[in-house]
């Protein structure tokens, strides 16, 4: 069955660059996710990765993608107080990334020191 | 623009009560689904609609149902509460077929006493 597993905790001092690891069993998952969750709200949309690429990079996020490993992580560069989130990688059960079936990790809380 | 919108944000049950959360999305999305969100067990899900009419079991189906008599509307139904079912609840939105993104509601708080 699909697994996704993910550390629970990051701690980074703020300014730092700060990484997130995941990884993933289905092979034939088409796209992979990072939602970001802030305290009290639901999940938000980061970034995503379509499964033939290997890095993307968007402003202070930066996704790399290993397939032979089936590892995925999330790079956030010059880490500030706002970042501070729980971090959730998914991949797809469906044909898409559609709200028919993500497959989500428990999370990853990222803490920022000052 | 709404996006998902989720009712209640709180609610508190007393054990074998039965309630309603309420989910509606103006988006035309086709595709819509409730997880359920707990302390070290990240999202698992519960129901999914791929349409009008049409509903399906996710990872963690007992104790709900479903239903989708409209593209907007997909509520989740608790027949007779357990405290097992103490979670936050989200449901969710997206466009039809190989979306990239979901949409997500604030989430419910239901606490089951």
């Known amino acids: 069955g699909e697994d996704v597993e993910q550390s629970l905790f990051l701690s980074v001092r703020e300014g730092d660059s700060s990484v997130i690891n995941c990884t993933y069993t289905?092979?034939?998952?088409?796209?992979l996710y990072w939602y970001k969750q802030e305290p009290g709200a639901g999940l938000q949309l980061l970034t995503y990765i379509f499964s033939n690429m290997d890095m993307k990079q968007d402003q202070r996020l930066t996704v790399l993608l290993n397939k032979k490993d089936k590892h995925l992580s999330l790079r956030i560069a010059d880490t500030q107080t706002g970042d501070s989130a729980i971090y959730f990688c998914a991949e797809n059960l469906g044909s898409g990334g559609g709200a028919d079936g993500l497959t989500f990790g428990k999370g990853t809380h990222l803490i920022i020191q000052p | 623009n709404a996006g998902v919108t989720q009712t209640p944000k709180f609610q508190v049950l007393k054990t074998g009560q039965s309630m309603t959360l309420q989910c509606a999305q103006d988006m035309n999305h086709e595709y819509m689904s409730w997880y359920r969100q707990d302390p070290g067990m990240g999202l698992r899900l519960i129901h999914y609609s791929v349409g009008a009419g049409i509903t399906d079991q996710g990872e963690v189906p007992n104790g709900y149902n479903v239903s989708r008599s409209t593209t907007e509307d997909f509520p989740l139904r608790l027949l007779s509460a357990a405290p097992s079912q103490t979670s936050v609840y989200f449901c969710?939105?997206?466009?039809?077929?190989?979306?990239?993104?979901?949409?997500f509601g604030q989430g419910t708080r239901l606490t089951v006493v």
């Open positions: 969710a939105s997206s466009e039809q077929a190989r979306t990239t993104e979901a949409f």
């Open positions: 289905d092979s034939s998952s088409t796209y």
